[in-house]
């Protein structure tokens, strides 16, 4: 079954504390995101990746990294959180920017 | 930066009655895609648009990009209980690999 896989889909953390988000696809797709919503702001991108290797900033990259070593896996990392990262995140691929996006089933996180 | 707002931002409707929500780009958009989220779901795909002024169909939505492709819009007719869920327009930025979200419409079916 195509889809994609993010973990965990809860985490409450405290501020500081260096965190991972994982992200997985197994569909061979090149393009894969990460998204962050907020109530009334839609969904808005941190970072990209056009293939292994080849990432780049979305709109709001402050206080994320990303790092695609694999084309299926695409985490996020959180090198030291802050409560205004509360949020929830969703992980995405897609064959290209210009086709179809799956989403993970996200990852609400709580920052204290 | 560039900006896509949705316009409303919330609707009610009874079952049965129609419903449009409008995407406004600041800019040109290559393509537009249309996305919908059920609550405490993610997004799922429902459409792309490529062509200037395409219109497409999927049994009650229709689907319109505007001529300059800078808008478009959703229309559901005789909604449902199952259209309940955030309606989100999407596409590639110009000139970037970046792609935006629009503020998203959350429609809300009174049975």
């Known amino acids: 079954e195509a889809q994609v896989t993010q973990n965990p889909r809860y985490l409450i953390t405290v501020t500081g504390k260096k965190l991972t988000v994982t992200c997985s696809q197994n569909?061979?797709?090149?393009?894969m995101s990460w998204y962050r919503q907020d109530p009334g702001l839609g969904l808005r991108q941190i970072y990209y990746s056009m293939n292994v290797e080849v990432t780049d900033k979305g709109d709001v990259p402050e206080g994320y990294k990303v790092s695609r070593k694999e084309k299926r896996n695409f985490p996020l990392i959180l090198e030291s959180p802050s409560p205004n990262q509360t949020s929830l995140y969703f992980c995405?691929?897609?064959?290209?920017?210009?086709?179809?996006?799956?989403f993970g089933q996200g990852t609400r996180l709580t920052v204290v | 930066g560039q900006q896509v707002m949705q316009i409303p931002q919330y609707q009610h409707v009874q079952e049965g009655e129609d419903f449009t929500t409008y995407c406004n780009s600041s800019?040109?958009?290559?393509?537009i895609q249309w996305y919908k989220q059920r609550p405490g779901g993610h997004p799922v795909f429902l459409i792309q648009?490529?062509?200037?002024?395409e219109v497409k169909k999927q049994k009650r939505l229709t689907f319109q990009f505007g001529e300059a492709k800078k808008n478009s819009s959703l229309h559901i007719t005789a909604t449902q209980t199952t259209d309940v869920g955030t309606y989100f327009c999407?596409?590639?930025?110009?000139?970037?690999?970046?792609?935006?979200f629009g503020t998203g419409t959350r429609l809300k079916v009174l049975a």
């Open positions: 800019t040109t958009l290559s393509n």
């Open positions: 995405a691929s897609a064959d290209s920017m210009n086709t179809e996006a799956f």
């Open positions: 569909m061979n797709h090149e393009y």
């Open positions: 648009l490529v062509k200037s002024g």
């Open positions: 999407a596409g590639p930025t110009s000139g970037t690999y970046k792609y935006i």
